[in-house]
């Protein structure tokens, strides 16, 4: 079935980069996405990548793509207080179908 | 911001009552997806619309039904509300039904007293 894994804390020094990992079941999924939840707000999306790419960069954003082991990552850059947050993961079903299956989310602390 | 208007913010009522929330997509977007955010079940999907079709259903219970009107907002009603509906209800749309990233609105929190 489809299934997404992340760990649920991470606590990082400010400026220092930050690693966020999910791992994903569908190796159908079409799309691999990330969203950013801060308190009381709703989810923003951050990036994605298709599932034939390997890596995928945006500014202080570093995805990358196992496909053999179904490993998602999220790279950080020079993280900041601002980034403080929730980090879901999620892979979008198959099916032609567009319904996403969401990880429980990394809580992630920046502390100076 | 996404784009997606959800409407009320906030939502307190008593069990057994209904509820109606509200969506307005994103300019140019056909689809819209409802999702429920709970501390016990994380984010869940519950109901696709794809240009005022229904698309694909989730864990949507029967008491909770949704449309999309030709102006493509769409309406999530829940019913016979309990306290374990309590939670945290997004919208998203993407401009066509599948392979299109989710912009999603910033939620309608709904407490059950």
């Known amino acids: 079935g489809e299934d997404v894994e992340q760990s649920l804390f991470l606590s990082v020094r400010e400026g220092d980069s930050s690693v966020i990992n999910c791992t994903y079941t569908d190796s159908s999924s079409t799309y691999l996405y990330w969203y950013k939840q801060e308190p009381g707000a709703g989810l923003q999306l951050l990036t994605y990548?298709?599932?034939?790419?390997d890596m995928k960069q945006d500014q202080r954003l570093t995805v990358l793509l196992n496909k053999k082991d179904k490993h998602l990552s999220l790279r950080i850059a020079d993280t900041q207080t601002g980034d403080s947050a929730i980090y879901f993961c999620a892979e979008s079903s198959t099916g032609g179908y567009n319904k996403l299956i969401f990880g429980a989310g990394t809580r992630l602390a920046v502390h100076p | 911001d996404s784009g997606v208007t959800q409407t009320p913010k906030h939502l307190i009522t008593a069990t057994g009552q209904r509820v109606t929330l509200r969506c307005s997509p994103r300019?140019?977007?056909?689809?819209v997806y409802w999702y429920q955010q709970s501390l016990d079940q994380g984010l869940q999907f519950l109901i696709q619309y794809y240009n005022g079709e229904e698309r694909a259903k989730g864990n949507i219970l029967e008491r909770f039904s949704a449309q999309q009107f030709p102006d493509l907002h769409s309406e999530l009603n829940l019913s016979s509300l309990e306290l374990g509906d309590s939670a945290l209800y997004f919208c998203a749309s993407s401009k066509q039904g599948s392979n299109q990233p989710q912009h999603f609105g910033d939620g309608t929190r709904l407490s059950i007293l």
């Open positions: 300019s140019g977007d056909l689809s």
């Open positions: 990548i298709f599932s034939n790419m």
